[in-house]
């Protein structure tokens, strides 16, 4: 994954050409990197994943439409934010297009403040997006670092519970306990529940998954 220097980079995808060429260079001259590509299918074969970044979309292009390209990212997990572009479209295709995802739809022709406005907003998630994964990704390798009854306990912690009923849910005794959260917490890098609360939002331990 590439680091963009500039304001973000921008996928655009639409098989009219000049739409194209002519969105292109109005981003460029705004700040932003840029790949244009004409097809859905030239977009998985030959994009590069730089951070933040979103993805311009047309929603009605031949052979593979918009909306196919979008579940084929969910399916990669690539969490693109998408800002759908169409002449026409059915209610329908606009409702799916949000239910996977999408953070805007521009009706062509549109201003081109109205796109700027729709590439920041969808930079400012992607890199919120960013940022949380890698918190999640440094949570899994501290949490791998934890012992089986460090990690057991760890998960008790999180729901909230406290050291006398950590203590009776485990059978230990409540200075084992003590002792016990604070390895927990120096070795998650942190100094207070507080802080591991927040380092641990949206973390699902692996034991947990059962």
């Given at each position: 994954?590439?680091?963009?220097t ?16 002519h ?5 460029k ?25 979103v ?16 579940k ?5 997990d690539?969490?693109l ?11 329908q ?10 953070i ?9 403040t ?16 960013h ?17 089986p ?6 998960s ?10 950590i ?7 409540a200075d ?15 100094n207070?529940?507080?802080?591991l ?9 692996p034991?947990?998954?059962?």
């Amino acid at each position: 994954m590439y680091t963009m220097t500039s304001k973000g980079h921008v996928y655009l995808v639409d098989d009219d050409h000049d739409i194209r060429i002519h969105l292109g260079d109005v981003l460029k001259r705004h700040g932003y990197g840029v790949s244009d590509f004409s097809s859905a299918a030239l977009f998985l074969q030959q994009a590069q994943r730089y951070t933040p970044a979103v993805l311009v979309l047309d929603m009605r292009m031949p052979e593979m439409t918009g909306l196919d390209l979008q579940k084929v990212l969910l399916e990669q997990d690539w969490l693109l934010p998408i800002i759908y572009m169409s002449g026409e479209s059915y209610n329908q295709e606009i409702i799916d297009a949000m239910k996977f995802g999408a953070i805007e739809f521009l009706w062509k022709p549109f201003a081109h403040t109205q796109l700027v406005q729709a590439i920041d907003k969808g930079l400012r998630l992607g890199s919120e997006r960013h940022s949380d994964q890698q918190r999640l990704l440094r949570v899994d390798s501290l949490h791998q670092s934890l012992s089986p009854r460090e990690k057991s306990m760890l998960s008790l912690m999180l729901l909230g519970h406290s050291n006398k009923e950590i203590a009776l849910a485990t059978s230990v005794l409540a200075d084992t306990v003590k002792k016990r959260r604070a390895q927990i917490l120096a070795k998650m890098q942190v100094n207070s529940l507080a802080e591991l609360l927040a380092l641990c939002k949206n973390f699902d331990p692996p034991s947990s998954k059962d």
